[in-house]
């Protein structure tokens, strides 16, 4: 099974920004795309990023846009997560996936393994 592990997170003040990786260990890292998702307390997972085998095509959610940007180096097996501007709303657990099609999916159910999160707290 192909393990991916998030790290970057951490307890910082609004307006700071984090850049979150996520490492697989994968041999065939540029045949997957890869997503990032994140989950608030008392609330649903929800769609944050996702990009492409390439990296040449990305998606974001709608109310993230401008401020998280998604990235990956194929030659490190690593996707990355900038956060920009953090937001009290932002606190969550961060977590990456990796889907077998290629694609930029919005939809958590395409992806077929996941990590197991890295916590962002953004204090006021």
């Known amino acids: 099974q192909v393990q991916l592990v998030e790290s970057g997170g951490g307890l910082v003040r609004a307006g700071s920004s984090l850049r979150l990786s996520c490492a697989s260990s994968?041999?065939?890292?540029?045949?997957?795309?890869m997503g990032w998702f994140r989950q608030a307390p008392g609330k649903e997972q929800e769609f944050v990023a996702a990009i492409s085998w390439s990296g040449r095509n990305t998606d974001y959610a709608d109310s993230l846009k401008g401020r998280f940007t998604i990235s990956r180096d194929n030659g490190k097996n690593t996707v990355y997560l900038q956060v920009n501007s953090l937001k009290p709303e932002d606190t969550a657990v961060y977590y990456c996936?990796?889907?077998?099609?290629?694609?930029?999916?919005?939809?958590?159910?395409?992806?077929?393994?996941w990590g197991q999160g890295t916590q962002v707290t953004v204090s006021s």
């Open positions: 994968g041999r065939t890292f540029g045949r997957f795309a």
């Open positions: 996936a990796a889907a077998a099609w290629d694609g930029t999916w919005t939809d958590g159910s395409k992806y077929n393994y």
